[in-house]
């Protein structure tokens, strides 16, 4: 399985962006797609995480009411819209996919795959 993600940029604190997240490959064994996080200097992080039919979610209590995570399972994508960003918010946004469905999202080491990051950037 491969991930590619996209949609990252540069915007004002309030803006909005939306983050994509394509699987190709063996798509079929993905089961739960998350996104985590990692600002510079610091340790990555959770940010939300979305089960495999999409309709359990679970998101850090940081961005909670202000971003929400979806997937298109005919598309093999999963998004992540990103409302009133804050300069705290930037960061390198990584992609994740498991295939275990066990429903521990925020462990990173349950996740199998990893997509290579896009730059999120929220200036004051």
């Known amino acids: 399985v491969q991930l590619q993600a996209s949609g990252g940029g540069s915007v004002q604190a309030g803006g909005s962006l939306r983050l994509s997240c394509a699987a190709s490959?063996?798509?079929?064994?993905?089961?739960?797609m998350g996104w985590f996080r990692q600002a510079p200097g610091k340790e990555r992080e959770f940010v939300a995480a979305i089960g495999s039919s999409g309709r359990n979610t679970d998101y850090a209590g940081s961005v909670k009411g202000r971003f929400t995570i979806s997937r298109d399972n005919a598309k093999n994508t999963v998004y992540l819209q990103m409302n009133s960003l804050k300069p705290e918010d930037t960061a390198v946004y990584y992609c994740a996919a498991k295939s275990r469905a066990l429903w521990n999202v925020k462990d990173q080491s349950t996740y199998d795959y990893w997509g290579q990051g896009t730059q999120v950037t929220v200036s004051s």
């Open positions: 490959g063996r798509t079929f064994s993905i089961s739960h």
